[in-house]
Structures are given as C-alpha cells and as structure tokens.
C-alpha cells in the first residue's frame, strides 16, 4: 500500500521586510542578505497569528469535509508552540471542526517535528488504511534584532494531508535518520529568542546531511543519478545549496544540472517567506513542485530534514500520477500577491510587541488580519482564538 502525502496546505503571515531594506538599516552589503544568505523578503507575524493560527489558516482551505470526517490523528510539529502543556493540535482540531475520535499531539525536534509527524502519520495509516492524519509544522523563527540570525527570521506553516494511495507524493519506506546531543541552536523555556551557535549550526547541518545520505545510499542501494530533486530544510536558502554542492559531483553532467535546476525552484517560497523551522523542509518541496512543469509521476524526490540539536534524516518520496491537479497553485499564488511591506522601524516595533505573561487579559483587533484564523486575545490565562468563517471563539 502507497502511504503519503495527499494534500499540502501553506500560510504565511500578509506582512513581510524586504531585505534589502533591513540591510541598509543595519548598514550591510544588501548582497550579503539576497546571495550570500539567500533571502529577498522575510514573513512578519502580526500579534494576531502564532504557531496555532498559522497552521489552522494553512490547513483551512485545504480540508473538504470526506477529508474531515476521515483525519483521526492530528500531529502538530512546532518549537513555537503556545502552552507547555496542552497541545497546539487540540486548538487547531476544533478550529477546523475535526472529527472529535481523533488524537491530537505536539512533536518537538527544532526543525525535526514535522518530519517525526510523517512517518508517525505513515505508520498510523499502515495499520488503519482507511484514516487520514493531518500533520502541521508551524512556527514563527525568532532571533533578535541587529543578531546574526535576524536576516534568517520569518514565519508560516505547512499543512500536510496523509494518506492511503496518496495522490501527490508516495514516501518510500527506506529512511535513514541520526541524533547526536549538539548545541547549535536552542531556545531555554525562558526565552522567546532562539540563541544559536551559527557557524556550528551550519557545519552540523552538512555534517548530518552527509552521514545519512551515504547510509542511505547503502541501505536503498540508490545513488544521485536515481533522484530528480533534492529538497532540503532551508532556514536560508544557500543552507541547502551548500549541503547539495557536498554530493553533486556524484552525479553525471545531466543530474548535476537537474539537481540544480531544481534546488533553486525548490527555494522560491523560502526565499520569499524566511525560515518556518518545522514547515521549511515542506515548504520547498511545495515551492519545487508549484514551480515546474518538467516533473512527471514516478520521479523519485530526496528529503533532508534537519533539527538542530540535532536529529537528521533523509527519506525519499515517489511523485504519484497527476500530482499537479491536487496542488493550489492559484491560492497560494493569490496568497504572495496579497501581502503588504513593512518599513524596518513597523517590523521592529511588531518584533517588540509582545502579549501580557502577567495573567493579564487582552483584546487584540483582529479586522486587520486578513487571515480566516486570528488569535482574538487572551482572558482568564486562556488564549481566544477565532475562526472568522465558522464565526467561534475558542
Ligand atoms: N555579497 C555576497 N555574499 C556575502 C557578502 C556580500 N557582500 N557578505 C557576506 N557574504 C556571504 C558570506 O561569504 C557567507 O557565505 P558562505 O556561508 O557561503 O561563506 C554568507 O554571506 C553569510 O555570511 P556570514 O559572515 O557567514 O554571516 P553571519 O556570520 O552574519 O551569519 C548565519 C550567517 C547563517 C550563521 C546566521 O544568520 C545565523 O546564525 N542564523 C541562524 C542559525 C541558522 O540559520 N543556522 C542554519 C543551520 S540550522
């Protein structure tokens, strides 16, 4: 039985930075930002989205109501989730009127979370044919002002339909996946910034690709020339670059260019978004494959997910027949177009925002967001989330 994914979702926030813009603020060569990261614009979240919004608004439009009543497992990869204890699944289960047998979870690996979800998803599905899961990696990437990392911020969310007889990609069963206890990045329950080792955090990043990719070659009995793309995490979109340039000699003149080719139509939306941490991984592959018209069924995709920390791993998937009439190139086209830019000084005075942590209550006003899902306020230490179209508050 083919397992995997049957639909792909995507939001980001209706505000972005230009980079070149933050450059010249923070008096950087604006090609430092654009090629030497790799980055154009970077995804600024109003007070009125977090991981659970975001992730409900990418799976909003996605989900007809066979799909509902099928999904019985929601798996909600984040590293920036919204309570320690209850998970952001359950919000998102009820404010996408989910079939109430369900489970619903949190997955916590960094970057990894999303990945864990798949092939959690994918083991579900072995042994119940007839579910669905819905699996969403959701996150708002937070550095600090005028730090390194600023230039690799940005937030969104991918939602992941998964299922029997799948109808964009098959995910093969031969995986290979690593941990080792690194501190390249991390983020202590204190903090609402991520602190990072940058310069470890991208040669554990290259180190980990390379000791998966050559098991797997092994164990899949697979070499370069067996792939049409590689997708890789992107928390810019040169990280991947420079992984890909560590195996693309294994490969004939043709591959080398394909592979190419096709890496930098898979960075299109992360180059335009920033880093989505959980949702990265998949966001290149929906920019890759809502970019190109020369994919075709049976075409073997490589995934390279990474979680600083660390987990690593690689798995593949085999795009399924027709693939390109279950994606929403128009929705998520639309979604680009509708965005607005904000000056440096709006993007810094939205970066100091922040919500009360006294226990203090707050109305946020929503009728700006023209997002479907908003976060409405908080009352009595509980987050009021709304969904505009069902129109309830949770
Ligand atoms: N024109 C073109 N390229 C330029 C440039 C210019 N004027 N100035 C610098 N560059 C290039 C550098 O050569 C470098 O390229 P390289 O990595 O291929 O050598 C790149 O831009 C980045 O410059 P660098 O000096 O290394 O940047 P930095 O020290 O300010 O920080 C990160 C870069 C990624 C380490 C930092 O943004 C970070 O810590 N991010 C968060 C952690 C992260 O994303 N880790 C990734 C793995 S999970």
Redesign the pocket.
């Known amino acids: 039985m083919k397992i995997g994914i049957d639909k792909i979702g995507f939001y980001a926030p209706h505000l972005y930075l230009d980079m070149t813009r933050l450059a010249e603020n923070r008096n950087i060569?604006p090609?430092?930002f654009t090629?030497?990261?790799g980055q154009e614009k970077m995804a600024v979240p109003p007070m009125t989205q977090d991981a659970v919004t975001l992730a409900a608004n990418a799976a909003v439009d996605m989900l007809n109501d066979v799909d509902k009543e099928a999904i019985d497992f929601v798996i909600f990869g984040t590293e920036t989730g919204v309570d320690s204890s209850k998970s952001a699944a359950v919000y998102v289960h009820e404010l996408l009127g989910l079939n109430p047998y369900a489970r619903a979870i949190e997955v916590k690996q960094a970057?990894y979370g999303a990945t864990a979800g798949i092939q959690m998803a994918k083991a579900h599905i072995a042994m119940n044919p007839g579910s669905k899961v819905l699996v969403l990696g959701s996150d708002i990437a937070r550095?600090g002002l005028s730090t390194?990392?600023?230039?690799?911020q940005g937030a969104g969310a991918v939602a992941l339909l998964i299922s029997a007889e799948p109808h964009i990609l098959a995910v093969e069963d031969e995986s290979v996946y690593f941990t080792a206890d690194i501190m390249?990045?991390w983020r202590p329950v204190y903090s609402d910034k991520a602190f990072?080792d940058?310069?470890l955090?991208?040669e554990?990043?290259i180190a980990f690709f390379s000791r998966v990719w050559e098991q797997y070659k092994t164990k899949a009995d697979l070499e370069l020339n067996d792939f049409a793309a590689v997708c890789y995490?992107l928390?810019?979109t040169?990280?991947g670059y420079?992984a890909l340039k560590t195996v693309l000699d294994e490969g004939n003149e043709e591959v080398q260019e394909r592979l190419l080719t096709n890496y930098k139509l898979s960075t299109v939306y992360n180059r335009n978004v920033g880093?989505i941490y959980t949702g990265s991984l998949y966001l290149s592959l929906l920019s890759l494959l809502e970019q190109t018209n020369e994919l075709t069924a049976g075409d073997r995709i490589g995934m390279f997910s990474?979680g600083?920390g660390a987990v690593g791993e690689f798995f593949t998937g085999i795009l399924q027949p027709d693939y390109q009439d279950y994606l929403s190139i128009e929705r998520h086209n639309a979604l680009f177009a509708s965005r607005s830019e904000v000056t440096v000084s709006e993007y810094e005075a939205m970066f100091d925002d922040a919500l009360p942590t006294d226990g203090s209550a707050v109305e946020l006003e929503i009728d700006s967001d023209p997002a479907r899902v908003c976060l409405a306020g908080i009352a009595d230490n509980k987050r009021q989330y709304v969904n505009k179209e069902k129109n309830t508050t949770l």
């Open positions: 060569d090609d430092k090629i030497g990261i970057c550095y390194p990392g600023e230039a690799t390249d990045f990072a940058g310069k955090s991208n554990q990043y995490h928390p810019y040169k990280m420079k880093n990474y600083s």
